[in-house]
């Protein structure tokens, strides 16, 4: 993977110089047709069967993550919600109206991470 430096500037002191960091460059996307159709070639269902599946499945995982589940993928991984709340001296007053900051949480499975170990990488000039 490619990746460029960026300087980052610090919000807390900005008389600091600021220091680089390496960030990734991304090649470009992938679509689900994209998706489907390498799938495909990789089963006995075609391209429109596993573009059906994949879009089906894109569009229940927000009721699952809204009735509180974990969504657990196999080796694919785990999706979940996460927030924040204001803090209330009193348990009672915590209430609806404190959550706020909500994340779709995606944590990889082994095999993914394990994947990330072996990668290369090089600057884009």
């Known amino acids: ?4 430096t960026i300087p980052k500037g ?5 008389e600091e110089k600021p220091k680089y ?18 799938l495909a070639a990789l089963s ?15 569009e229940a995982l927000p009721k699952y993550l ?8 196999g ?3 785990i999706f979940k919600v996460s927030f924040s709340s204001e803090g ?11 959550i706020k900051n909500r994340k779709v949480l ?8 394990n994947s990330m170990n072996d990668m290369h990488f090089e600057i884009d000039n």
């Open 106 to 113: 995606y944590t990889a499975g082994k095999d993914i991470k």
């Open 10 to 14: 610090n919000p807390a002191d900005r």
């Open 21 to 38: 960091y390496a960030a990734p460059v991304y090649t470009g996307e992938i679509n689900l047709k994209r998706i489907s159709a390498e």
């Open 1 to 4: 993977m490619k990746y460029k």
């Open 75 to 77: 080796d694919f991984g």
């Open 88 to 98: 209330q001296a009193d348990p009672k007053k915590v209430l609806p109206a404190h």
């Open 66 to 73: 809204k009735d509180g589940y974990k969504l657990r993928l």
């Open 44 to 58: 006995s269902l075609s391209s429109g069967d596993v573009n059906n599946v994949l879009t089906n499945f894109v």
